[in-house]
């Protein structure tokens, strides 16, 4: 998100100017949701699903984040196989992208722009009267040179990633046989992740000290290795140029807001997951605005980098930077390996790229594989004693389920996967978070749920974004990227019928739990409509912190901050459950599960 895509979008929506509307999205709504996430799993201690205890009616939303997650983690292991296929590539004599003497290139293939015109070429076609000089061919008129010029040609990067990598096959319907070396890459994916996770948020939190920080040092070598080459001024100056009139787009806004799901990681649950292991009294403000700005800045420092390669790229390709760029796998499998064959040892600078992609990978990957697990521990404590077997399981289930992305038609339904499995859905999951959160537990209520925490009072800007702002342009940006629905493609390939199918199946996957478990729950409830419905979302008894010396503190300040709250019979009837329950000699919570959440807060890296 922050490598690659971002700095595709700054291309595609005006360059300098793009940083506009993404400041503007993120400040009304990437800000607005990462500070809820974090604040509402940190108060309760719980995973995405159980601490919709917070409103038992809308605990759907907590299976749709967990399904998200889920789905997410099947394919994007994938994108890690991917990069140990090229990283085990990278330590050969040759790279073997930077030629065409290979079994898998055809006779279109072609090394670079100016190879096309060498005298060593075999890729022009008969068409006319042509002699080789210094060099280079030259043309007896100018229409043989254009249909020369015409000629479709396929770069050797872009041969080895479909050809010899994916071994695509021709369409959705045609699955084909499974890609051997990819399927043995994505065990070793899965395994690495077993190993990570296999003590849980213990071990992840000192494995991510090194895979946070070791990107940097990777991106501060590559960009400078880039500004030092011939044309990299020219991609850099093209990163950063405004073009004013793409504001006047509702495209480029929207692009801004969809980036700061992929940047920010809102709404997949791993958020919620992660704080929920924080300390109660963790400055959650502070983690907010510390995360939020660096996440930001290295969005804009990876822009440097990539263009300062493109820019090389397209120099020593002849052609504008503008036919250099592309989105998606291309950039990251085609491109970049295209770049890097032309440098000083390439090997060296490959491997460094793919390794940094592999980490950057396994870091998201940590994230959404944990948001699963720890959901299942909370919702079935009995788990927690199991937790090798736990995450084995998952990680060998993924695996298996994820046997298809690696067969020769794969990449088709890779990509439905990645376009359609967190895209409608994250933003509806965010709509519901903050309407829930704020009209349904009480926007006050919440607030003083962060005051109990870190003793501030948040502002005006947070409740108005929370209860108005935030809800308004997540369901503007939702309702507009369904009137510019066009159908699935993947490069001139159209997906048939099938493939539009399963993609919103895909959709109605995670968002299906939330007015399904919402009816569920209603049905079930006994008394009239409207009694069932209040007492639903009135939060339930065992609703609070974790820890009973956080609890003790949640009742003794609660009157006094609830002066005004207490005149509500609703809220009223919350307080007095509270109080019955605090008196109470049984424990709020297994001991279990605060001793693993206490003796894990310290260790906790998030």
Known sequence: GNVWRFPYLCYQNGGGAFLIPYIIMLSLAGLPLFMLELSFGQFASLGPITIWRASPLFKGIGLAMVMISFLVALYYNVIIAYSFFYLFASFQSVLPWSNCDNWW???????????????NS??????GDYTCVNGSWIFSNLTEAIEVANTDTVSASEEYWKYRVLQISSGFNEIGGVVWELALCLLLAWIVVFLCLIKSIKSLGKVVYFTALFPYV???CLLIRGVTLDGAADGIKFYVTPKWEKLLDANVWKDAAV????????????????SS??????????????????NCAT???AGFVIFSIIGYMANDMGVPVDEVIDKGPGLAFIAYPDAVSRLPLSQLWSAMFFFMLF?????TQFATVETVITALKDEFPSLRRYQVLLTAGFCALCFILGLPLVTEGGMYLFQLMDTYSAGFSLMVIGFCECMVLSHAYGIQRFCDDIYLMIGMRVNIYWKACWYFITPCILLFIFCFSLLQYEGTTYGDYVYPVGGEVLAWCMVLASFVFVPGVALYKVLREEGPLWLRIRNLITPEPEWGPALEVHRQEDMEMRPALYAEELRKPREARVIENKLTL?????PIMSSNKNLDRAKSASESMV
């Open 359 to 363: 980490i950057l990978g396994m870091d």
């Open 582 to 586: 605090s008196q109470s000699k049984e």
């Open 259 to 274: 980036q700061i799901f992929y940047s920010l990681s809102s709404s997949w649950g791993g958020l919620i997951a992660f």
């Open 277 to 294: 292991y924080n300390k109660f009294h963790n400055n959650v403000y502070r983690d907010t605005l510390v995360v939020v700005l660096i």
């Open 218 to 220: 990777i991106l501060f």
């Open 122 to 127: 075999t890729t022009l076609p008969e068409i």
């Open 105 to 119: 290139n055809t006779d279109v293939c072609i090394q670079s722009f100016e190879a096309m015109h060498s005298c």
């Open 299 to 301: 969005s804009v420092f």
